[in-house]
């Protein structure tokens, strides 16, 4: 299994050269069975990393362009009426991949990212009172510009809430950019980049994250720390039990891609930023919800509060 999971980080960097970091945690949040949102300026790679991830695994893949006019039905599908038959037959939106990539999702209406919820939630969809469950695996990879950029709508709590990671990329070094500008991955290695897991094989792996041992200690030590951002003045909205449990997924996930089968604090710790600081809210405003300053704020003080949180010896 290592080595499956050593073939998909080599697979994704043919393509997006810089930040290995970012790389681990798109791997860690695949491997978690979580959702990811990758929020940075135009033009860093954000897609290119999202369709990478995508055609490293021989499953589903399907992209949405999200855009102003599209409505829930677009995303989800509609019944049609069937003259042969007499009867109205589901035609299947884009939601129903393995893989789904929103991209762009902050440009789209608040109605038509709440379509989304029940699949990112309960990984299935409700149509004309129908409720319709999705083939296993199942993740939703959405880019969003910053909010402070014309056209965007920020996402609500209750959507943010449902990705397991937020990450950013940032700009590459200039030796990683002079490759990009040599090689042009985009253009030329991304469209003949092949699977190396089979769908299959993403679920083994999976499963083995869900078998990672997390000690009652390291369990303890969230529960101690949700309930420290509960009761610290600087935050209005502290970390949700839901919150709690992507941490302890991604601590999982992090420990198995470390080549151990249980959880180190150091695995918690190292989620916090990217688990955490979109599903927190600090007091005082200055910041809309969900922006870079609102996340960058969360982090500093989520980093603060960790401090004061005795940890597992």
């Known amino acids: 299994m290592r080595d499956a999971v050593r073939r998909l980080h080599d697979n994704i960097t043919r393509v997006f050269m810089g930040h290995p970091e970012a790389v681990d945690r798109v791997v860690a949040c695949l491997l978690a069975r979580g959702h990811l949102l990758i929020e940075d300026v135009p033009g860093v790679g954000k897609t290119v990393l999202a369709h990478a991830i995508a055609r490293s695994v021989e499953c589903d893949f399907t992209r949405i362009q999200l855009t102003p006019d599209l409505l ?40 038509t990212q709440s379509a989304l919820l029940e699949a990112m939630s309960e990984a299935s969809v409700s149509i004309d009172g129908t409720v319709i469950p999705l083939d296993p695996p199942f993740m939703l990879i959405a880019t969003q510009n910053p909010a402070e950029f014309e056209g965007t709508y920020p996402l609500p709590e209750n959507q943010l809430d449902r990705f397991l990671m937020r990450t950013t990329i940032g700009y590459p070094g200039p030796e990683d950019e002079l490759r990009v500008l040599r ?131």
């Open 183 to 313: 090689e042009r991955p985009g253009l030329r290695a991304l469209p003949d980049l092949e699977p190396v897991l089979h769908r299959d094989d993403l679920i083994t792996l999976q499963s083995a994250v869900d078998d990672v041992r997390t000690d009652d200690a390291i369990l303890a030590y969230i529960v101690r720390f949700a309930a420290a951002t509960r009761e610290a003045p600087e935050l209005r909205l502290g970390l949700s039990p839901r919150g709690s449990l992507a941490l302890a997924q991604a601590a999982r996930a992090t420990a198995f891609l470390s080549g151990r089968d249980y959880v180190v604090p150091e695995d918690v710790t190292s989620n916090v930023a990217a688990v955490c600081a979109h599903r927190v809210i600090p007091a005082g405003g200055g910041h809309e919800f969900g922006t870079p300053g609102a996340a960058a704020a969360a982090e500093r003080l989520l980093a603060e509060i960790l401090d004061t949180v005795e940890s597992p010896a």
């Open 72 to 111: 829930p039905s677009d995303v989800l599908g509609v019944s049609v009426y069937d003259r042969d038959t007499g009867e109205f037959k589901l035609k299947r939106g884009p939601i129903f991949a393995n893989i789904v990539l929103a991209d762009e999702i902050n440009r789209t209406t608040p109605r």
